[in-house]
């Protein structure tokens, strides 16, 4: 009976401690590979493309263009990778304004959602992949208060550089 307390409680507790759920890892630049490619979109007059390349270096690097005929194009460079802090982030560099970081906040296969409260507009954004569509949205609050979100699709059209 003696040894079944010396050797029961703690190898009780050992079985317990095993039996817990793992916390799972943070997420890798590679958990995001599934973004890699070329992606075209269109809406009307308006073509728009994603490009984001494979994963290299601990980054993901990317670009967006917007075409519209009699219109500047609008283009953002995009860089998924550490913040500051070495967790992954969306660091966007959109053309005419300062660059805005939002931090991976959910992560599984086909989706990736960063956010950045302290920003004015957006203050969430969300990717989504299911097969060759990918879809991403932002949304914050607008002007008046009241949540605004705007959606994007765009098909696969070719692989990653």
């Known amino acids: 009976m003696r040894a079944l307390s010396l050797f029961g409680r703690p190898l009780l507790g050992l079985l317990l401690i095993l039996a817990l759920p793992a916390r799972a890892a943070d997420p890798v ?7 890699s490619g070329q992606w075209l979109g269109q809406d009307g007059d308006r073509r728009m493309e994603e490009h984001y390349m494979r994963p290299a270096g601990g980054v993901i690097v990317g670009m967006g263009r917007t075409v519209r005929p009699g219109k500047p194009p609008q283009v953002e460079f995009i860089r998924i990778g550490p ?3 070495g967790r992954l982030a969306y660091h966007a560099h959109p053309m005419g304004q300062a660059p805005t970081s939002f931090a991976l906040v959910e992560s599984a296969p086909g989706l990736a959602v960063f956010a950045n409260p302290q920003h004015d ?38 692989p990653a550089p």
């Open 121 to 158: 507009f957006p203050q969430k954004i969300t990717y989504r992949r299911t097969g060759d569509s990918l879809t991403a949205s932002i949304e914050g609050p607008g002007k008046d208060g009241a949540v605004k979100r705007f959606d994007w699709s765009w098909r696969l059209t070719g």
């Open 29 to 35: 630049i590679d958990d995001l590979s599934w973004l």
């Open 83 to 85: 913040d500051s802090d």
